[in-house]
């Protein structure tokens, strides 16, 4: 169970103000790796989450040694990038999934299991502020030793099927995810632990608890 606090913003449309509030916060890696046998990689990554009861604040840090940025739009093939997740259910029977490139560029779909899903509009992925450490250029693969971030603020509004007025003291469930299905040695990692055969992060039976305060 990962309890999610409640913090004050007094502009949300500053993200000097939403980081200052966000560092206190504590971190939570995403270490897990499901299938060593096929996927052995593990880059180092870890998130931070707080909410003001009408946005979420999903920070990312990863440390990897190769980076790709191919997907210039959203709705695209985000996951083939370098790429972090979150999904979450509301409800325990649907969940939205959320997926940013290192760039920035979104997916979000709702859905019941992988292959059942309806994409969210522009202007739902509009909403979402996303503020990348790597710039919103699309790039090719590059090899080094790359520290990266990325900061989100989620709007309730975003889960448009989901009649959410606020998230003080929901509860949900969750997983975070890393991903970049065309790098050179592609990895599959996650927060809560998945088993599966083989690498699928659409799998909400594993997913854990989030306690919003």
Not at 113 to 131: C, F, G, N, W
Not at 150 to 164: G, K, N, R
Request: hydrophobic share 40%.
């Amino acid at each position: 169970m990962l309890s999610v606090p409640l913090i004050n913003i007094a502009d949300i449309n500053r993200a000097d103000l939403i980081l200052e509030k966000m560092q206190d916060i504590q971190k939570n890696k995403i270490s897990t790796v499901n299938w060593p046998d096929l996927y052995p990689s593990k880059p180092e990554v870890a998130f931070k989450i707080a909410h003001d009861g009408s946005h979420i604040f999903l920070q990312f840090f990863i440390e990897e040694n190769e980076i790709l940025a191919k997907t210039a739009e959203d709705n695209g093939h985000v996951w083939t990038d370098s790429c972090v997740e979150f999904f979450i259910s509301f409800d325990g029977l649907y969940y939205y999934n959320t997926e940013f490139s290192c760039i920035g560029k979104a997916l979000m779909g709702y859905r019941k299991e992988k292959k059942d899903s309806r994409h969210a509009s522009q202007t739902i992925l509009d909403s979402i502020k996303r503020y990348p450490s790597l710039g919103i250029e699309p790039f090719d693969k590059k090899q080094g030793n790359f520290k990266w971030n990325l900061l989100l603020v989620i709007p309730v509004t975003a889960y448009w099927m989901s009649d959410l007025k606020s998230l003080n003291g929901t509860k949900a469930h969750a997983n975070f995810y890393k991903c970049g299905d065309n790098l050179t040695i592609p990895h599959f990692l996650s927060w809560n632990p998945i088993h599966t055969e083989k690498p699928n992060f659409h799998v909400p039976q594993f997913f854990g608890e989030l306690n919003f305060e």
